[in-house]
T-cell receptor, first 116, second 112 residues
Framework: EAEVAQSPRYKITEKSQAVAFWCDPI?????LYWYRQILGQGPELLVQ????????DSQLPKDRFSAERLKGVDSTLKIQPAELGDSAMYLC??????????????FGPGTRLLVL | QKEVEQDPGPLSVPEGAIVSLNCTYSNSAFQYFMWYRQYSRKGPELLMY????GNKEDGRFTAQVDKSSKYISLFIRDSQPSDSATYLCAMSGTGANSKLTFGKGITLSVRP
């Protein structure tokens, strides 16, 4: 069964350092999402891509976070500089096409980030 | 007030019990309602998916949506220790409202 791949699974970094997370969605899925999940909370959307275009980044802290999906396939989320409050699980999800019809989102295993 | 409120936990039940998990919401644009199960240190996995009001059954799981009351429920029959996980309700609209809005999640423990 096809799955969303993410790497690394765990990342420990010091504050003010740069970190990057990678996501490979299910093949053929046009819509890709990055979520942040703080311990004890539900995931919150950071950014949504339709193919290579950003369609929603309203909750992305753009002073330190950036996301790209250059060829409309895999995606990278970067934080620079990392802050203590960024410690969380970063989840990637994909769906077939969020705009033309409703499709379920499938989640990857996540990257657990700890900022010291 | 958050758009989606989920009953607080944690919840502990004996094996074989019927479990009822509930969420309320405030956004009338929500049309799609989902329940995700998340095991510790894993990503959420889709458990149930319903559109608009009504019931949907899948094995031991039943999802109910009451749009008039803005209330959704997940029932688990004959609960098993393997059902021990965090359960997240999620909902969305269409087009520009297609992003998922999640509840906080409730941690369920099924005691053998």
């Amino acid at each position: 069964e096809a799955e969303v791949a993410q790497s690394p699974r765990y990342k420990i970094t010091e504050k003010s350092q740069a970190v990057a997370f990678w996501c490979d969605p299910i093949s053929g899925h046009a819509t890709l999402y990055w979520y942040r999940q703080i311990l004890g909370q539900g995931p919150e959307l950071l950014v949504q891509f339709q193919d290579e275009s950003v369609v929603d980044d309203s909750q992305l802290p753009k002073d330190r976070f950036s996301a790209e999906r250059l060829k409309g396939v895999d995606s990278t989320l970067k934080i620079q500089p990392a802050e203590l409050g960024d410690s969380a699980m970063y989840l990637c999800a994909s769906s077939l096409d969020a705009w033309t019809r409703r499709e379920t989102q499938y989640f990857g295993p996540g990257t657990r980030l700890l900022v010291l | 007030q958050k758009e989606v409120e989920q009953d607080p936990g944690p919840l502990s039940v004996p094996e074989g019990a019927i479990v009822s998990l509930n969420c309320t919401y405030s956004n009338s644009a929500f049309q799609y309602f989902m329940w995700y199960r998340q095991y510790s240190r894993k990503g959420p996995e889709l458990l149930m998916y319903t559109y608009s009001s009504g019931n949907k059954e899948d094995g031991r799981f039943t999802a109910q949506v009451d749009k008039s009351s803005k209330y959704i429920s997940l029932f688990i029959r004959d609960s098993q220790p393997s059902d021990s996980a965090t359960y997240l309700c999620a909902m969305s609209g269409t087009g520009a409202n297609s992003k998922l809005t999640f509840g906080k999640g409730i941690t369920l423990s099924v005691r053998p």
